[in-house]
């Protein structure tokens, strides 16, 4: 397009006599000045603009969108230049690809240091032009190849305009697919329930591009599961397909393959997970939870292990201190303890497989009495056991009343009351009617008893500041240094409820 730039004709001979003396001094190797008394240069411009232009993606590139993958071609570089004449149209070639955006700026330089703007004056046939910043966006029509052009115009603050026409060769490129594991994550960890050694990994993955299909691999295997691979949904957008790969214990690096409709192919980025065996199962089968013993007393702890790996070692412990060592890989475990001498103990075991630490599972506690020997003499030692208030509000104090009463028919020497007091509670006072209750240890030693006398203990304690949801047992034992006729009423175990 030719625009004419109208001017007055004595202002415009007197241009054109000011072309020719500049054109003049520049072939004898000088140039004109321009300065503040040199009227001319207001009316003087020389433009000389480049065309710079870059590679966009079509589209804001997302997880899910893929660039095409070629080298940015070079800049086009637009040369035109006019001293107030009327400037015919400059044409220039710029090249993208197909669904291949261009970024196209421009720079230009004005004698009088005007500045200058540039505008769309006619727009592309087959695509979208949009001013972004310093410069202009050009986006081809989806799947378009084929030829393009744009008209910019550029004008400077005096009016002075001219036109540059812009052609476009959008070419074919190849796209290829690409394809990403949105789960499991790396380093993710999946157990392998019960004494399976397998588990069950669902793994999920999408595509882009013109994708059929996706296969998953395990490390360069493909995994067995059907079906692999899977074909794309029909009626949904990259490709979301998902397999329930079962895998065995170990390390998994897994990788997803997409297939476009050319048989073209592109593989993710791996994904490296655990698949860890079950734990270990342990449980104390022999003695039962609360047997009693006289000492000194051998007693045979038996644990009863299930396990999908081989065990290292079974070690057994009473009141956390630890017993021994049992290493075979044959369940049940059995521990002999000797000579144990009078006590209340916890008895636990802990199993441990090849896998070590992640292989370890520590038994339900269980609860033993060893009671001194029976002596010739006997006595029938009782203890009850009374809460008060019970329920009691969080964070309240209540009593632990405890009484020890002596049934005959001998005198009971050495009586020893043991009450640990529940963790969830914290001591408050005590109050015996004789001897001495130690709270750090929970013994009473309450001495002597004769026949048919009593011997009291109150104990004050608070409740926690927040009500569990169960209610909350005390359990405590007493003995004596005669033979109990009767162990059943040695022992006895009271609750409390909390309320909010």
């Known amino acids: 397009m030719n625009i004419s730039l109208a001017f007055k004709a004595p202002w415009a001979m007197l241009k054109i006599a000011f072309l020719m003396v500049l054109f003049l001094a520049v072939a004898e190797g000088s140039q004109a000045q321009c300065g503040e008394g040199n009227q001319s240069c207001d009316q003087q411009w020389n433009l000389m603009a480049k065309v710079d232009s870059g590679l966009a993606p079509a589209s ?49 330089n004005d004698v009088d240091n005007d500045l200058l703007d540039y505008t769309v004056i006619s727009a592309p046939e087959h695509g979208t032009v949009s001013k972004i910043d310093s410069g202009f966006l050009y986006t081809p029509e989806s799947g378009y190849v084929g030829k393009d052009d744009i008209v910019f115009r550029v004008s400077d603050q005096l009016g002075n305009l001219l036109n540059m026409s812009l052609a476009i060769d959008v ?13 499991p994550h790396d380093g993710e960890v999946f ?34 599961d059907s079906p692999n691979p899977q074909s794309c949904p029909t009626d949904e957008v990259n490709c979301p397909v998902t397999l329930v790969a079962k895998l065995p ?5 897994l990788v997803a393959k997409a297939t476009d409709t050319k048989n073209k192919n592109c593989v993710s980025l791996p994904v490296v997970i655990i698949v860890n065996p079950s734990e270990p199962k342990v449980k104390i089968s022999n003695p039962y939870d609360g047997q009693i013993f006289t000492a000194p007393a051998n007693i045979d702890i038996t644990a009863e292990v299930t396990d999908s790996r081989e065990m290292s070692y079974v070690e057994f412990f009473a009141n956390s201190q630890k017993l021994g060592r049992i290493t075979r890989n044959v369940s049940p475990y059995t521990f002999t303890w000797q000579d144990v001498k009078p006590g209340i103990y916890n008895l636990a075991a802990k199993a441990v497989d090849v896998m070590g630490a992640s292989g370890t599972a520590i038994s339900k506690s269980i609860l033993i009495v060893v009671v001194p020997a029976k002596p010739l003499t006997k006595s029938d030692l009782a203890l009850t056991m009374t809460t008060t208030p019970n329920p009691v509000p969080a964070g309240g104090l209540f009593n632990y009343i405890l009484t020890v009463t002596n049934r005959g028919p001998d005198t009971a020497t050495g009586v020893t009351l043991e009450d640990f007091l529940p963790s969830s509670v914290d001591y408050v006072s005590k109050k015996p009617s004789q001897g001495e209750y130690d709270p750090k240890t929970g013994f009473w030693s309450v001495g002597d008893l004769v026949k048919y006398r009593s011997a009291k203990l109150v104990l004050t304690v608070r409740a926690p500041s927040k009500a569990p949801t169960e209610q909350i047992s005390n359990t405590a034992y007493v003995y004596g240094s005669e033979y109990d006729p009767d162990n ?13």
């Open 191 to 224: 157990p392998a329930y019960g004494g399976d050694l397998w588990a069950e990994v669902p793994i999920r993955a999408t595509a882009t591009g013109d994708v059929k299909s996706i296969a998953f691999y395990d490390g360069t295997t493909l995994i067995p």
């Open 488 to 500: 059943s009423n040695n022992h006895v175990t009271d609750y409390v409820r909390i309320k909010a």
């Open 60 to 108: 804001d590139i997302s997880e899910d969108d893929l660039a095409a993958d070629m080298d940015a071609f070079g800049a086009s570089v637009v040369s035109f230049g006019f001293m107030n004449q009327s400037a015919s149209e400059t044409a220039q070639e710029i090249v993208t690809g197909n669904d291949t955006a261009k970024f196209i700026t421009f720079s230009a």
């Open 249 to 253: 214990w170990g390390y998994h690096t």
């Open 171 to 183: 070419i074919s490129l190849y796209h290829p697919p690409s394809v990403r594991i949105r789960t």
